[in-house]
């Protein structure tokens, strides 16, 4: 797979979901994500107003983390936070799946929750990704988590929030790929440090990348004589 710069770039969401960010954190992330040519900045709820503010004049979207980092919240709270999001002008959002649920193999539970995410994206005519935790889950849970998806149809599901106790592994974006369906692409997220992580996780089938490293990735690559 020959990839370019401007190719993996445009697959990283640019991410900073730290607690003690702050306005001078989210100008940097912005202003990074411009410059790069970054997909999106990927960041909590609160800033996305500020956040899209600062990106006004570029490409880079304003993305939002709801129900993050635990997911362990109702599904009405969950969809609340991601119709506040959207109000403040977000333009795709990434939600924590009941990982509980997911456990209890509670998938009525999973599938309702899902419907409602998306319903939000629909209504606002933007992109929704779950995220499964998969450090979590076991293969078995990954393919039925994946399978749901296969019927409700989010744009993306996602590895992990980075927040777990493992992040992205080439093996399980495989089989989100192989079990969520063609409709469904995947994000790979989560300890994706290097253009070598990156590759791997692109060449098992991911079209976008969560990581506070893209600026090091594209570094490695212009290093590497990548164009």
């Known amino acids: 797979m020959e990839l370019t710069i401007k190719q993996v770039a445009a697959m990283v969401d640019h991410t900073n979901l730290k607690a003690y960010a702050t306005e001078e954190d989210f100008r940097k992330l912005c202003g990074e994500a411009a410059e790069y040519g970054f997909k999106s900045?990927?960041?909590?709820?609160?800033?996305?107003?500020?956040?899209?503010?600062?990106?006004?004049?570029?490409?880079?979207?304003?993305?939002?983390?709801?129900?993050?980092?635990?997911?362990?919240?109702?599904?009405?709270?969950?969809?609340?936070?991601?119709?506040?999001?959207?109000?403040?002008?977000?333009?795709?959002?990434?939600?924590?799946?009941?990982?509980?649920?997911?456990?209890?193999?509670?998938?009525?539970?999973?599938?309702?929750?899902?419907?409602?995410?998306?319903?939000?994206?629909?209504?606002a005519g933007i992109c929704c990704k779950v995220i499964f935790e998969t450090c979590y889950l076991t293969e078995e849970e990954i393919i039925d988590v994946a399978k749901v998806a296969s019927r409700v149809k989010p744009d993306f599901v996602k590895t992990s929030t980075g927040f777990g106790t493992a992040g992205a592994k080439p093996e399980h974006v495989r089989i989100m790929k192989q079990y969520a369906g063609e409709d469904v692409q995947v994000k790979a997220a989560g300890g994706i440090r290097s253009f070598e992580a990156a590759k791997a996780m692109i060449e098992a089938g991911a079209t976008r990348l969560g990581t506070s490293s893209g600026i090091q990735i594209v570094e490695e690559m212009k290093a590497a004589g990548f164009r």
Do not use: W
């Open 41 to 123: 900045v990927a960041i909590n709820t609160y800033p996305v107003a500020m956040c899209r503010k600062m990106l006004e004049g570029t490409e880079v979207l304003t993305g939002a983390a709801v129900g993050f980092p635990l997911g362990q919240m109702t599904i009405e709270a969950k969809t609340a936070e991601a119709e506040d999001a959207v109000k403040n002008g977000c333009q795709e959002f990434d939600y924590v799946c009941n990982v509980g649920k997911v456990k209890e193999h509670d998938y009525a539970y999973i599938e309702k929750e899902m419907r409602s995410l998306v319903a939000v994206a629909r209504k």
